[in-house]
């Protein structure tokens, strides 16, 4: 479910096939919308797998409920202080994010556990009390507790939840030695704080949608696994990416199977657009994300969240992104959305703005009367009296202002594409792009010439990939626990039952989730650095080499990783492991997806042409138009040429041509000189 449309893919297990449909988001009620997509599938869903946006917008508009905060005496103000850096130093008027629990709620109680996890002041259990009632007279909805060292023995932090729990009845508690059981208070506070901030939010919503599909219940977690409702709610923050990860893990699953080392997956929906990188058919995990930032692109200006999530970029450029003229008479484009209510204004709904889509239309990209299969004509008519409004302000005409609309949010995307990887070490013309959503088979042409990628791949239902995603991705869950080892000399009796005991939990979650025991897989990794270092880096790591107490080839994994982060290594210096990390997970339950079409390819492939804009070529040429659903293996075109389907167009521009391979994926290959197409 996105901001603007909220999209279904239905795997029909007898037939082995995929059914996808596409239909506006309901913002009153979210629910209504999936409700209505279900009622069109071919048949009643025994399971549903649910991907939302809910938590990260709750987060960013500040839509959370009225939280408070248990703490140590003398942690009251970490959440203020944070790490006392400044995200940006020549920022005279730096601004920043305040937390999401206010000092008048935050409460401080007696404790103290030592960095050994052993007790040095009890638990004053009436100051707890005490606090909860204070709390709850202040009308608080959620009270977080977070104490000091609380990772490395949660028994105080365990019996002050059971303690708020009886005494503060109807309001919602969570520790952060079960949100986030890791070292750095300042990370762990902001995270169990943000969890108390949304928890009554998401719980209330996951249990209405449970009651209405009236079957099992999933959801898909930031780092593209999925789990179910019930453990979904208990640590919502871990929900914050749900959407964007989803469509991560579909084009992790395409790269995959086409054995492709290195894609870029780029999700362009009607709100937002996502950027994220694939190696070895896996998207890059990553275990700090900001969120609510003050400024959306300056890093360090948000809270930090403790999740693991799928490493990835997100800007506010999707085919709803307003455009507007500023003060200076120069144009813009987004961050501000028209969502789906209204939409923007070629959807009729009482839009006023142009959009990216208002200029996508009228620059021939899109058809009016094929939009979302011919469900929904769009009104060109609107689109052109919006744009004429803007283009007045500007001082051009339509044309030159659609396409400025195109250019702008196009070099947008790929600027933020282009920082993305090299903040990685990464050159982005050694990779292809994955272009799906609504909008990014329609963008993906002019951004892969942006970033000098000559290879973009389409695959089936590329309009609804994410929802594709959650069919693939598997059940999985990750447990960590910090716990600080010298690798010179390590000592297994404190590493061994820590690492026991993750995989036990584990194996309990995915128990919970409905996974057989036999199916579930471990993978091990840890936060590595070399001492001294303030930053770690999370290496890979084999259970085996735990069982064979092998000090020297976890050195020698976190070497391999460091050189390949970093292109170096230091010879002779200390290594320590910071925490250790377990995922559980089972293997999708769907290893294939064949997208069920009604062809007919006699038709579909019907000569018709509409006038469609390229920059390179100079303005508006006759471009050939075909529906993907008469495409057949091994087929050619030259460009330009638009490809329709139900829940997307991909545009190719004269400088690309398209092959449709064995698996129905249509591979764009794009080159600078366009008379190379001539013959294909």
């Known amino acids: 479910m996105g901001g603007t449309f909220t999209d279904l893919a239905y795997w029909d297990a007898e037939r082995n096939e995929v059914h996808v449909h596409k239909l506006l988001t309901t913002p009153e009620d979210p629910t209504d919308a999936i409700i209505d997509g279900l009622a069109q599938l071919p048949r009643g869903a025994e399971l549903v797998v649910h991907g939302t946006t809910l938590v990260t917008n709750a987060l960013i508009e500040r839509r959370g409920v009225k939280a408070g905060l248990v703490t140590t005496d003398g942690y009251r103000d970490v959440l203020e202080v944070g790490t006392e850096l400044r995200y940006d130093t020549f920022d005279l008027f730096l601004e920043r994010a305040e937390p999401l629990i206010p000092r008048h709620l935050r409460l401080a109680v007696v404790e103290r556990t030592g960095v050994a996890g052993d007790e040095v002041v009890a638990l004053d259990e009436q100051a707890v009390r005490d606090?909860?009632?204070?709390?709850?007279?202040?009308?608080?909805?959620?009270i977080a507790v977070a104490f000091f060292?609380?990772?490395?023995?949660?028994d105080h932090e365990r019996r002050a939840i059971?303690?708020?729990?009886?005494?503060?009845?109807?309001?919602?508690?969570c520790a952060s030695s079960d949100v986030a059981p890791e070292i750095r208070e300042y990370e762990r506070f902001s995270t169990v704080a943000a969890n108390a901030y949304v928890q009554p939010l998401a719980t209330r919503y996951l249990r209405r949608l449970a009651e209405r599909v009236g079957v099992p219940l999933m959801i898909i977690l930031s780092d593209g696994g999925i789990t179910t409702a019930q453990l979904a709610g208990e640590r919502p923050i871990a929900l914050v990416e749900s959407g964007p990860a989803a469509g991560a893990m579909s084009a992790a699953h395409l790269a995959a199977a086409g054995g492709w080392k290195e894609t870029v997956a780029f999700d362009m929906g009607g709100t937002t657009a996502k950027i994220s990188l694939i190696h070895d058919g896996a998207p890059e995990i990553t275990h700090t994300l900001e969120v609510a930032r003050v400024h959306r692109f300056k890093k360090g200006s948000g809270l930090p969240v403790r999740v693991p999530t799928v490493n990835l970029i997100e800007i506010g450029a999707g085919g709803g992104s307003i455009a507007t003229a500023s003060d200076l008479g120069l144009l813009k484009v987004g961050p501000r959305s028209a969502g789906a209510v209204p939409g923007p204004v070629c959807y009729g709904r009482g839009g006023t703005e142009p959009t990216v889509t208002d200029a996508d239309l009228v620059l021939g990209y899109l058809a009016p009367d094929s939009f979302l299969g011919g469900k929904m004509r769009l009104d060109l008519e609107g689109a052109e009296a919006a744009l004429d409004r803007l283009a007045e302000k500007l001082g051009v005409d339509r044309v030159a202002a659609a396409a400025g609309i195109t250019e702008v949010v196009n070099n947008n995307m790929a600027t933020a594409a282009r920082l993305h990887i090299s903040e990685q070490g990464r050159d982005p013309r050694r990779y292809r792009m994955i272009a799906f959503g609504g909008a990014g088979p329609v963008h993906a042409y002019g951004i892969a010439r942006l970033l000098h990628v000559d290879e973009v791949v389409f695959q089936r239902g590329a309009g609804v990939a994410s929802a594709i995603g959650m069919l693939v991705a598997p059940r999985s869950v990750e447990c960590v626990a910090s716990q600080v080892v010298a690798l010179d000399a390590p000592d297994w009796d404190a590493i061994d039952p820590v690492v026991a005991e993750l995989a036990q939990r584990g194996r309990t979650l995915l128990a919970e989730a409905g996974v057989d025991a036999a199916d579930v897989l471990l993978d091990l990794s840890a936060d590595m650095r070399y001492l001294g270092q303030g930053a770690e880096v999370t290496v890979p790591l084999s259970l085996a080499a735990i069982d064979a107490r092998d000090g020297a080839a976890l050195s020698a994994a976190f070497a391999d990783e460091y050189r390949a982060r970093f292109d170096r290594t230091l010879p002779?210096?200390?290594?320590?492991?910071?925490?250790?990390?377990?995922r559980a997970r089972s293997p999708a339950v769907v290893d294939t997806v064949d997208i069920a079409r009604d062809t007919d390819p006699t038709a579909a492939r019907a000569a018709t042409t509409r006038p469609a804009y390229f920059a390179e070529a100079g303005g508006y040429v006759e471009t050939a138009v075909v529906k993907r659903a008469g495409l057949v293996p091994g087929e050619r075109l030259a460009g330009p040429v638009l490809i329709e389907e139900d829940e997307s167009t991909i545009v190719v521009g004269p400088s690309g041509s398209v092959a449709v391979d064995d698996a129905g994926n249509l591979l764009m290959t794009i080159t600078s000189d366009p008379r190379r197409h001539e013959d294909a």
């Open 131 to 142: 606090a909860g009632r204070v709390l709850v007279e202040q009308g608080v909805d959620a």
């Open 149 to 154: 060292n609380a990772y490395r023995n949660p």
């Open 162 to 173: 059971d303690i708020l729990a009886e005494a503060c009845p109807g309001v919602m508690v």
């Open 572 to 582: 002779g210096m200390p290594v320590e492991v910071i925490s250790w990390r377990l």
